[in-house]
Every structure is written in C-alpha cells, then in structure tokens.
C-alpha cells in the first residue's frame, strides 16, 4: 500500500501560492470583466458619436426644411400675378409664344442677347420695339411683362407719343429691354476644367 506523505508548505511557498493565487485573480478579473466593459464603453461612446452626428446632420435639414417652407408660405402668400418660376435652360420658344400673346397686334419687333451664364443661371436679355395704340395699352404692357411668371428684371421701357399726338389719346412708340432667367444647372467639370486651363 502506497503510503500519503504529508508535506508541510514553508512561508515562502504559501507567499508564492498567495501571489500565484492574486495573479490569477487579477488576470481573471482584467480578462473576464476589465476587458468587455471598457470594449463596451469604447463603443458606448463611438455609438453617441455616431447618432450625435446624425442628429446635426437632421437638424440641419430640419432647419433648411424649415427656411424653405417659410420661403414657399411666403411666395404663396404673394399675389398670384407676382409669383415668378425660373424655367429651365433653354426656354426661348416658350418665352416667345408667351411674349407673341402679350404684344400681340403692336407690330413688335424683337431683338435677341447671347445668354451670359454665370453659377447655374442664364441671363437672356430681350430688346423690343412696338406700337401701343395708347397708354393704357402702354401701361397693359408692361403690366403683363411683369405679371407673365418668369423671372425678368426689366431693364428699360419708355414710350412715346407719334408725331404731335397726345400722350393718352393718341398712339405710343414703345421700346424696352428685359433680361429672362433660366436656370442652367451646376457647371460640368469639364467645362470648369477647361475654364481654369
């Protein structure tokens, strides 16, 4: 029979079990909590980080929503011959047909501008010169320029009355200059890479 000897542990190999004992503790404790709670904090935080960005992201939509809708409440709320739209570039045969009704029976003769495009929006300007068979058809012109939808800035329109007529009873030569807006869209890169060459 195998016979058990007992052995007694000296101080010291109790103070390096103790140790041994502590060492495995802490690793146990850096391993199975330390470790996931400080990942789980790290991403916590990179979480917050992430949803505060979307949040500024939303808000700043939110408040450029917010500019635009009080934008269209107020252009809304203008009268309905004062509302004007840009229309697409190029938008001259339409322009023309709307311009024929308006000066329709004044024998108008038109005169045409290169359309100068600078950032995304074409400036077409429009000479004419007409008959107006008085000034309240005079006055029906320009009201009807100004009221047609499109964005315009009228440059010049003057009138004046044929030979020794009378400025309200008589006939008026009429003559303006308006510039149209049509938006052209964002500059290609081409064409902007060629500008800078």
Partial sequence: MSQFIKHRFSRREKALALVLIVALLVGLYFFAVHFPVTRGISQAEQDTEEVDARLTEAQAKMAEYTQMQQELEEILAQPADQITIMPPYNNIETLMQRLDVIFAGTNAQFSFGQAQITEGVAARSISFQCTAASYQEARRLLR?????????????????????????????????SVTFYEYAG???????EAAEE
């Fill in 186 to 192: 964002e500059p290609e890169e081409e064409s902007v």
């Fill in 144 to 176: 009807d320029l100004t009221g047609m939808g499109y964005r315009c800035l009228i440059n010049s329109f003057s009138f004046n009355p044929e030979s020794d007529t009378s400025l309200y009873s008589g006939p008026l030569d009429v003559s303006a």
